[in-house]
């Protein structure tokens, strides 16, 4: 057969056995020549005929067996790995299943074997620099289990880390999530921005838990790729593929991915590292997501309506009340969707309703119609009556589970709680509250002789509304543990709660629901009892309060039981909140 013609000016490929005549074979000793040939006709022969089971068991068997025997004549074992690694590197795929043996076979000898003097004489330093090199030269393939086999990891190593991260984000490999795991493994997160490898590995959509690793626990990139995505939200086609037009002009991604990526898959990204997870606040980190996800809820909720005929119910206001909690920027959101309804959806529709609902929102969220754009404005200015229809349905649906109670005012609910849901409507309530609100929490004890004090009514009063929880009922229909959840949430809010002898409360509290004093007390934040504060007053300064007109002193004294001089300086103890 006569050779092809080679093309003036180009370099004729060499065959292997030219290579080898012309530079000859590389130095390697015999007893791991015998061993890269044995594993290859054990684990990757050259007779592709398929093995039984049996016959394949044997050969991995057989293999692990040879390499122990080979580690442990070896003067250092890392060094044979290393070497035999090395000849196996150039065709990795080749040699997959040789690789997975040798790596496992290895462990599993070092951790029956590798004392810690011996480890010591054979991870030295500079063999771990050696190595490093090698890594650096030959690839990234089977990084993560080379770093941790050959234990590589401190500052020592740092030049070759760095130099290893430049090849792999260079032009012609781009192996970002490769330069992402190792940046990972030696803690370099703050040293390399988020477009070194981040984004780049993120728009090559080449696998989301490399990235999700390596971002969590690191709050300062994780936020700065969030602001990043959230930037994306709501913004033009145009906008978006501008703001990754740098990796399209790299190369790292094409125009088509590219917009891909903007119009569908960022968002998949952001809802899954905009959480608690990753130490980020949705709602302040990525406000234009957080709107964006509320606007969507918010539509469902007040437009996709299948229970009752479409009507707007009860369970429709907590659903919307919940989602958009008083005092939160968005609540003017729910004026503009009633109205964009309005202008916008289907002329058979039933405008009306969305009027009304519009202006009961309004009232309920205490928004001024001065503060929304013309239409909506006008809308108000030309039906004056509206607060007073809005205060109707408010009353209708605002307290729909609770009899039609209020205090001597006439405007203040009281709201009666006898079920779990009624438990966490209150909590979502309280919770909603400015900061500086303040909370009245007094108990009644049920009449048992001859047993620990028993809750049978809570009494927790906002600057907006009373509730009964009472506990009789609750105690018997639901769990203990949504009982604690109640308790360590309702005295765990950030609001002042004030009440009278709140030692005796939380005793009986505890008794009630059978959880330990210790445990609440270490979830209560910022509790006043009168009774306490106005026993420290009194001992500072006895005069302090005239308490001569107090029944309870007068009894006292007229019964013989307390001697006025004598005990002086311990009636205060007898204070009641009528006193006060």
Not at 285 to 312: M, V, Y
Not at 431 to 453: C, H, R, W, Y
Not at 527 to 552: E, G, H, I, W
Not at 558 to 574: D, L, T, V, Y
């Amino acid at each position: 057969v006569q050779d092809e013609p080679v093309v003036e000016g180009e370099k004729k490929k060499l065959t292997k056995q030219e290579k080898k005549l012309l530079y000859g074979t590389a130095s390697f000793p015999e007893h791991l020549a015998k061993m890269r040939d044995l594993l290859k006709d054990l684990l990757a022969p050259a007779d592709k005929t398929p093995r039984s089971p049996e016959m394949d068991k044997m050969a991995v068997e057989q293999a692990e067996a040879c390499l122990c025997e080979s580690f442990a004549a070896s003067e250092n074992p890392y060094k044979d790995l290393c070497d035999m690694y090395d000849v196996f590197s150039d065709n990795k795929e080749k040699y997959k299943r040789v690789h997975k043996v040798l790596f496992k076979t290895f462990e599993a000898w070092v951790e029956r074997h590798g004392t810690p003097d011996k480890m010591e004489k054979w991870l030295t330093t500079e063999f771990k620099k050696e190595t490093m090199e090698k890594i650096v030269k030959k690839g990234s393939g089977n990084l993560d289990t080379l770093l941790r086999v050959f234990q590589l990891k401190g500052a020592e190593l740092a030049v070759q880390v760095a130099e290893k991260i430049k090849d792999l984000c260079s032009q012609s490999k781009q192996q970002f999530g490769e330069a992402m795991k190792l940046a990972g493994h030696f803690d370099l997160h703050e040293q390399y921005p988020i477009e070194r490898f981040v984004i780049p590995h993120m728009l090559q959509n080449r696998g989301q838990e490399a990235l999700e690793n390596y971002l969590r626990g690191h709050y300062s990139i994780t936020i700065k790729l969030v602001r990043f995505l959230d930037m994306l939200v709501n913004e033009s086609d145009q906008y978006k593929m501008i703001q990754v037009q740098p990796y399209i002009n790299a190369k790292i991604i094409s125009e088509k991915a590219a917009y891909e990526f903007v119009t569908t898959r960022f968002t998949g990204v952001l809802k899954r590292i905009a959480t608690s997870d990753f130490g980020i606040e949705e709602s302040s980190s990525a406000p234009r997501f957080h709107a964006q996800k509320i606007k969507k809820r918010l539509t469902w909720l007040l437009f996709e309506r299948t229970d009752d005929g479409g009507a707007f119910t009860a369970k429709v206001f907590d659903n919307v009340k919940s989602t958009i909690k008083k005092g939160s920027p968005m609540a003017g959101e729910v004026i503009i969707a009633l109205f964009d309804r309005i202008t916008r959806g289907h002329e058979r529709e039933d405008k009306q309703k969305y009027y009304a609902e519009a202006e009961m929102w309004m009232l309920y969220y205490e928004l001024n119609p001065s503060d929304f754009y013309s239409h909506i404005r006008s809308y108000f200015a030309s039906n004056p009556n509206w607060k007073d229809r809005a205060a109707k349905m408010l009353k209708k649906f605002a307290i729909a589970t609770t009899s039609d109670l209020y205090l001597d005012d006439g405007k203040t609910p009281i709201v009666w709680i006898e079920k779990w849901e009624q438990m966490q409507r209150m909590l979502d309530d309280i919770e909603a509250l400015p900061e500086d609100s303040m909370i009245g929490i007094d108990s009644e004890f049920s009449a048992v002789m001859n047993t620990k004090q028993q809750i049978a009514l809570l009494q927790v009063s906002s600057v907006d509304r009373v509730y009964l929880v009472d506990f009789e009922k609750l105690v018997s229909g639901i769990s203990q543990d949504k009982m604690v959840e109640f308790t360590f949430r309702l005295w765990g809010v950030d609001h002042i709660k004030i009440g009278f002898d709140m030692h005796s409360d939380i005793q009986a509290y505890c008794s009630t629901i059978k959880c330990c004093a210790e445990d609440l007390e270490k979830q209560m934040t910022r509790v006043v009892c009168l009774k306490r504060l106005a026993n420290d007053l009194l001992d500072m300064d006895s005069t302090l309060f005239d308490l001569s007109q107090s029944s309870s002193y007068k009894k006292r004294e007229i019964s013989g039981k307390a001697a006025p001089e004598e005990e002086a300086a311990h009636r205060h103890r007898a204070i009641k909140l009528s006193d006060l």
